[in-house]
């Protein structure tokens, strides 16, 4: 019941953290508005960085009615306090930006939280960690803009054509060079990690990767798709490119939820032999 718990919580964390750094990043970059899911993913994640240690405390105790057993809880907050303390204070930020409609607060918010993803998780375990831990922020930072785009993108009644012609080119604009690093970033720390490219395949852990880059490379040809296919199928047919998008979409969310879900798995069930 702990490790269900402990997935779940994952799950909805990652959830809310790329949702909520994402679809700000793609208010930023589109000029769009999407603050109920900002909304919705900063609450998700302010309440699941909690959640988390009490389950990590409940491990760490011998059981799951342990959750709120203080006696040991420093073991678990010292380790996590700067990555809990970014999160939470990046999500009211966050916040606080999209409510009262102020941009820099939103970026400040944003900004934060990627700090502390650099703040915890496995490259924080290297020997020598350096700047990979910040690499590990931009690749997430970026991989979350990538994955927002099925919300940011998709066709609804209510925007118009040329609203949303202008929407896929800025995206495409953007993507274009950020995705490609997304997928070489995803590459190297995997390797780095797991020791080389070919310990990758050796480990339960590394296979888990090698996996979530397939399902990436699958999302990387439907990308190249809506930009030289959907893009001008929606200047010369908008009602057929509005459908073909929307099925691109549709399969596009699919496998950020694969790739989301092995991430998790990835970080709970095993992990890197370095």
């Known amino acids: 019941m702990l490790v269900e718990l402990s997935i779940l919580t994952k799950i909805v964390l990652y959830a809310?953290?790329?949702?909520?750094?994402?679809?700000?990043?793609?208010?930023?970059?589109?000029g769009a508005e999407f603050r109920r899911v900002i909304i919705v993913g900063a609450l998700l994640l302010a309440f699941c960085v909690p959640v988390r240690l009490f389950l990590l405390n409940a491990e760490l105790a011998g059981g799951l009615q342990h959750a709120l057993d203080f006696s040991m809880f420093d073991w678990v907050w010292t380790p996590n306090q700067a990555q809990t303390l970014a999160y939470l204070s990046g999500a009211v930020a966050m916040l606080f930006g999209v409510l009262a409609r102020l941009p820099l607060m939103l970026i400040v918010g944003v900004l934060t939280i990627l700090v502390g993803v650099g703040l915890g998780g496995h490259t924080r375990?290297?020997?020598?960690p350096g700047m990979i831990p910040w690499i590990a922020s931009l690749h997430v930072g970026?991989?979350?803009?990538?994955?927002?785009?099925?919300i940011a993108l998709?066709?609804?009644?209510?925007?118009?054509?040329?609203?949303?012609?202008?929407?896929?080119?800025?995206?495409?604009?953007?993507?274009?060079?950020?995705?490609?690093?997304?997928f070489a970033g995803g590459v190297w720390l995997g390797a780095l990690l797991t020791g080389s490219f070919s310990g990758m395949a050796m480990t339960g852990y590394g296979r888990l990767l090698i996996l979530k880059l397939v399902l990436a490379c699958a999302a990387l040809a439907l990308g190249?798709?809506?930009?030289?296919?959907?893009?001008?199928?929606?200047?010369?047919?908008?009602?057929?490119?509005?459908?073909l998008l929307r099925r691109i979409l549709i399969v596009d969310g699919i496998i950020f939820s694969g790739i989301v879900l092995i991430i998790?798995?990835?970080?709970?069930?095993t992990g890197p032999t370095r």
Do not use: C, Y
Request: proline residues 5%.
């Open 154 to 182: 998709w066709p609804s009644q209510n925007i118009d054509d040329d609203v949303l012609l202008h929407r896929m080119e800025r995206f495409s604009a953007i993507a274009i060079w950020g995705v490609p690093l997304v």
């Open 224 to 243: 190249g798709a809506n930009r030289f296919w959907v893009t001008r199928k929606l200047r010369a047919n908008p009602t057929a490119g509005r459908r």
């Open 125 to 128: 375990g290297l020997e020598t």
């Open 142 to 150: 970026l991989a979350a803009f990538w994955v927002s785009a099925p």
């Open 264 to 269: 998790v798995l990835a970080t709970t069930i």
């Open 16 to 30: 809310g953290l790329l949702a909520g750094v994402g679809l700000s990043l793609q208010q930023i970059a589109l």
